[in-house]
């Protein structure tokens, strides 16, 4: 029998949106935000030639700057002041997260609620603008080695650069916490999706071009097409899949009434981490890859040439390692959000327990035992959607593609913006039935 919620929302239409106007300030509020990012995208860093700096671009798109462009929107292409995007403040995120596994002071911290996560946050940011300073340095460097970029080199530029770059990746950070707080969706999310689905049209037509001057034969352009609809398909099945235990309540009395006993089910995800994992792969993967290119441009340093032709898309390496990052952050992110020690309790503490199970400890390792499990599965799964199309697109010498990283971030934001929707409307949809009972403290007749 279908619970409130799911009658709830089988009921939801576009009536029930037009009187959700909490609803519709936050959708409104959460396209503006992304209005001025993609805006961003085009104002360039101060003192370089365009023209050159495109022509540089072009020898080298074909790498991983290409797919670093990609996800920025094509602030890379233009080096804008959004260039960084919000990659340095995903690379602190992670270091902070891996100390604080590490520290007992910084766990401690966690657990202090409120006061503790803006603590974290605070680190979080003072990290970022060490990244971020780090990286732009780098890039300013590159810039003034490459031929003509830049119009005045010296150190006036790469101060200049460096701020403006920083400031730039500092604007988007709070972008995204303002999206989080007042808008739908997770801002920082909703910035790389945006970004990416701002690239998707060129992409096609780039693709439909190529195809139409024989670059890649016509069979392959439909192979591609195909390929992009199953993996959204496989994206779709494996973020929806569930492993439910079973969860039974004794019978209970409370005062001269006894009540039955109970049963429902506790849903574990198959992908617990959702697309963190790949976000966080890309993050690493990609910023130190996207320096070094620069930089070899630039100086004709041996040694950063070669790493950067190991590290281009499709090589060996870069698949070995984005893999190995990939199903690393799965588990760990994993062991982040989901507490089997903390679920065990809540279920003891409430009179639940897993039919054959002991509860406490016992239930607590076999929550964990199945967590595992299924975390493999969706650790392969994450590998795969990400590599695979990797392999193809690098076999066929496609620059501009939207593969699977790209449709994992779009295909899993959007299920989680539309969730959030659908969990704001049936708000809505409560507090019209509280008014109409009146049960919300009006009087009765």
Same mark, same amino acid.
């Given at each position: ?41 085009? $104002? ?9 700096? @495109? ?9 991983? $700057? ?50 503790? @996560? ?7 940011? !003072? ?15 590159? =810039? ?30 709070? =972008? ?14 909703? $910035? ?59 019978? @209970? ?25 790949? $976000? ?29 032709? =190991? ?21 760990? !992110? ?12 809540? =279920? ?9 199970? @002991? ?9 964990? !035992? ?76």
């Amino acid at each position: 029998m279908a619970s409130a919620a799911e009658q709830l929302a089988r009921n939801l239409n576009f009536s029930t949106f037009s009187k959700a106007k909490a609803l519709q300030q936050r959708i409104w509020f959460t396209l503006g935000a992304l209005l001025v990012y993609r805006l961003g995208t085009f $104002i360039p860093v101060p003192g370089i030639d365009p023209d050159a700096f @495109r022509a540089t671009f072009e020898q080298s798109q074909q790498g991983i $700057i290409g797919m670093f462009n990609m996800f920025s929107g094509g602030a890379v292409e233009r080096m804008a002041i959004f260039a960084l995007n919000v990659i340095p403040y995903i690379t602190a995120s992670i270091v902070v997260q891996v100390i604080t596994t590490a520290s007992p002071r910084l766990e401690a911290l966690k657990k202090e609620g409120e006061a503790g @996560r803006r603590k974290m946050n605070q680190y979080t940011r !003072y990290l970022t603008v060490l990244f971020c300073a780090i990286q732009a340095y780098g890039i300013a460097v590159g =810039l003034e080695a490459s031929q003509g970029v830049v119009l005045d080199p010296g150190w006036f530029f790469r101060i200049s650069t460096v701020i403006t770059l920083v400031g730039g990746t500092m604007l988007l950070m709070w =972008l995204g916490e303002q999206i989080t707080a007042r808008g739908v969706g997770n801002g920082i999310s909703l $910035i790389i999706f945006a970004g990416i689905v701002a690239n998707l049209p060129t992409t096609i037509v780039q693709t439909l071009e190529l195809s139409r001057t024989g670059a890649i034969p016509g069979f392959a352009a439909f192979g591609i097409l195909l390929m992009g609809l199953a993996v959204i398909a496989i994206i779709v099945f494996f973020e929806r899949a569930q492993r439910r235990l079973l969860i039974q309540y004794p019978k @209970r009395q409370v005062g001269n009434k006894m009540f039955q006993g109970d049963s429902s089910h506790l849903p574990l995800k198959l992908n617990t981490s959702g697309v963190i994992p790949v $976000i966080f792969a890309s993050s690493l993967l990609l910023l130190p890859a996207t320096v070094a290119s620069f930089t070899a441009q630039g100086t004709g340093s041996e040694w950063l040439q070669t790493v950067t032709a =190991l590290l281009g898309r499709g090589q060996p390496l870069y698949l070995f390692v984005y893999g190995g990052l990939t199903i690393f952050f799965a588990f760990f !992110y994993t062991a982040i959000v989901f507490n089997p020690q903390e679920t065990a309790d809540n =279920l003891k503490r409430s009179g639940g327990f897993i039919p054959g199970i @002991r509860p406490g400890e016992r239930t607590a390792a076999h929550i964990d !035992y199945v967590l595992t499990r299924i975390t493999v599965i969706g650790a392969i799964y994450l590998t795969v959607v990400a590599l695979i199309p990797e392999v193809m697109f690098s076999q066929l010498a496609v620059s501009q593609f939207i593969g699977g990283t790209s449709l994992l971030i779009m295909v899993t934001v959007t299920l989680d913006t539309v969730s959030q929707i659908q969990s704001h409307l049936i708000a809505q949809q409560y507090e019209g039935l509280v008014k109409k009972s009146r049960l919300g403290g009006g009087k009765r007749r």
